[in-house]
Each structure stands twice: as C-alpha cells, then as structure tokens.
C-alpha cells in the first residue's frame, strides 16, 4: 500500500539534488507532487517526467521562494489544481562560497532571501491553510553547517542555515497543534552543488565522516518522509542530524 496516496506535496526547489530525490520518493509512494523550481527548465523538465511517471497528478511550478507574489501565486495554483496541501517540504536553497573577505552584502542578501525568507513565506500562506485543514507536515532542509559545522568561506550560508532551524521552532510553535514542523540537518551529500568543489578537498571532508562517505540524496529523502508520515505524529519542532557520524 502506498503510504502518501492522494496527499498533495510540495517540494520547493525540486529539480534536482535532494529536492528532486525526495520528490521522486513521495511519488512512489502515491503522493500528488509539485515540483518548485526557479531558474533551470531542463532540469525541472526532467524531474517532471520521473515524478509524473509513477502515474499521479504531478505539477511543475516556476516560482522564486523569496519573492512573495510568487509565493502567492504558486499556492493559488496548487488549491485551484487539488483544493489542499498536506504536506510543504522547504528545500530551496542556495550557496554562495567566497572568501570571507570577498563575502558581499549583495551575497548575504540573496542567501537569506532564499534560505530563510523563502521557507518563511511559504510556511506563513500554507501554514494557514494546513491550520484550517487541521492537519499538515511541514519540514525544512537545513544543515549540520547551521549547527556545529562552520566555515568562514560558507559564513552566510552557515547563518542561514541557523536561522533555518530557529524558524522550523517557532513555526511548530504557531502552527500548533494541528500541524507538525520539523527539520532535517544533512552533512555533505553527493549532489551537483557540491560537484565543482576539489576531489582533495572532498576526500579530506570524507575523512572527518565515520561512515567514510557522503550521503546519497536518497537517504535523506527517506528522512524526510518519515517526519511525513503518521509514524512521526507524535514528533514536532525538532532537529534531526543525517551526517554519518561527521
């Protein structure tokens, strides 16, 4: 039995790396998905026809997170498509690594806006809605970067991601006690924003793993729909590490 059969997912920047992972994995499992994406077609085109593949209803929305008309917009479409949304994965997100001293506030700027700004905005209009549903799942892509893992050259990123998991407390807090609201915390993964870094800079970080490896975007996405699922009812505003033991 498909454990997400008719429940309406949206995953925002799902054309690729985790994002698209998890929208793949709720699709298998009979979930109605909405792909999120800002910029590149030819991935959300290709994330389309997996998703849509597995035979549910399946959306492809182009809206920037952090803009909030757009925001407006993508919700307006997703009620008028299914009427509901049980489920909103806050994925988008962005990494601008720079020198510390070349960090910019142009740069600043356009990191929270899309990794602090953007799960606000969706989270306040579909967090309304799960409100009067009396029912919703809210979980929020994060990162071990936004708890004990620094770095000066990923200084707004790892703020960011900080913010994030303040966020994903007070959101359980307002949307109480009908909706659930949680947070995954993934350490490095094997996905297109990490490919252009050095092979003996990724081989030292591998190194700081217990489990000697990065994660596949698949083993998060597993988290994350445990946190969907009724077998995590009884868990909210709470933090989970997927780090292999960084």
Do not use: H
């Not at 979930?31 to 997996?50: E, G, M, P, R, W």
């Not at 849509?52 to 008309?69: F, H, Q, R, T």
């Not at 003996?200 to 489990?211: A, D, F, G, H, V």
């Amino acid at each position: 039995m498909q454990e997400f059969k008719d429940k309406v997912v949206l995953v925002t920047g799902s054309s690729r790396g985790i994002g698209r992972s998890t929208a793949i994995a709720f699709a298998k499992e009979g979930a109605n998905v909405i792909i999120n994406y800002k910029s590149n077609d030819i991935d959300a085109s290709i994330a389309y026809d997996v998703v849509s593949s597995y035979g549910n209803k399946c959306l492809c929305i182009k809206a920037d997170v952090s803009n909030e008309k757009a925001v407006i917009g993508m919700l307006d479409t997703i009620i008028k498509e299914y009427g509901k949304i049980d489920i909103l994965v806050n994925n988008a997100g962005i990494a601008l690594d720079a020198e510390f001293e070349d960090k910019t506030t142009s740069i600043w700027k356009k990191t929270l806006s899309t990794n602090v700004l953007g799960p606000f905005l969706t989270s306040k209009y579909i967090g309304k809605i799960m409100m009067e549903q009396k029912y919703g799942k809210i979980i929020n892509i994060s990162s071990t970067n936004g708890i004990n893992t620094t770095y000066p050259y990923s200084v707004d990123y790892d703020a960011s991601k900080a913010a994030l998991i303040n966020l994903t407390k007070n959101l359980a807090i307002q949307f109480a006690p009908y909706v659930n609201v949680n947070s995954v915390a993934p350490g490095w993964v094997d996905t297109p924003m990490n490919a252009e870094l050095s092979k003996s800079y990724l081989r030292e970080e591998k190194e700081k793993i217990l489990l000697k490896r990065f994660a596949e975007p698949e083993e998060i996405a597993n988290v994350v729909l445990f946190l969907a699922s009724d077998k995590s009812k009884y868990i909210t505003s709470e933090i989970i590490t997927v780090s292999g033991g960084l």
